[in-house]
């Protein structure tokens, strides 16, 4: 179920961020399918828990091939398309490889690892997909602005997994007294 939920959370994000028009908050600039990509990061880590390091960088391997795939039948540029691989590959190692480094609860690696995460991811896409550099579809006075809005959107995402996890995590009030 974990691999299926990071499966579909990256199509989900591919397909709606293709199908509905990023929110204006402000200067901010949020793509519809930031959303989803905050929760890769999650779902990656549950991926990992249940079956290690090793086997879920098989995982972001496919779900790198799938996100391209996909990105491509939904009629996106060759250049949005790398640069949503890049970011992506990018962004899930760092995740992946801090997820494993840390030595904290799982609610705080979920949190400091997606924060890094989703910064990587929101730079490399915005830049090499969005910018003047790659599709040009926002001039660079608009990139800070692009960039922030989705890191401020993903590190939301984070937290609220965090907080989730460390409630779901802790030990009961009988645990703690049988303990």
Do not use: C, H
Not at 55 to 82: Q, R
Not at 108 to 122: A, E
Not at 151 to 160: H, L
Request: hydrophobic fraction near 55%; charged fraction near 10%; charge should be positive.
């Amino acid at each position: 179920m974990r691999i299926l939920l990071y499966l579909v959370s990256i199509v989900t994000a591919n397909v709606v961020t293709a199908a509905v028009a990023p929110l204006q908050l402000g200067e901010f600039i949020v793509p519809m399918g930031t959303l989803f990509i905050g929760a890769t990061f999650i779902f990656r880590d549950l991926v990992q828990n249940k079956y290690g390091r090793k086997k879920t960088y098989l995982f972001i391997g496919t779900a790198l091939l799938l996100s391209a795939i996909v990105s491509a039948i939904l009629g996106d540029t060759l250049i949005i398309v790398l640069a949503s691989a890049l970011s992506f590959a990018v962004a899930e190692t760092t995740d992946t490889e801090i997820y494993t480094r840390l030595k904290l609860p799982m609610s705080w690696r979920v949190f400091y690892s997606g924060i890094v995460g989703g910064l990587l991811d929101s730079v490399i896409f915005v830049i090499i997909g969005l910018s003047p550099f790659g599709a040009n579809f926002l001039p660079w006075e608009a990139v800070p602005a692009a960039i922030l809005g989705q890191v401020i959107v993903k590190t939301i995402i984070q937290g609220i997994a965090a907080i989730i996890l460390s409630q779901v995590s802790k030990p009961s009030s009988k645990e703690v007294i049988s303990n």
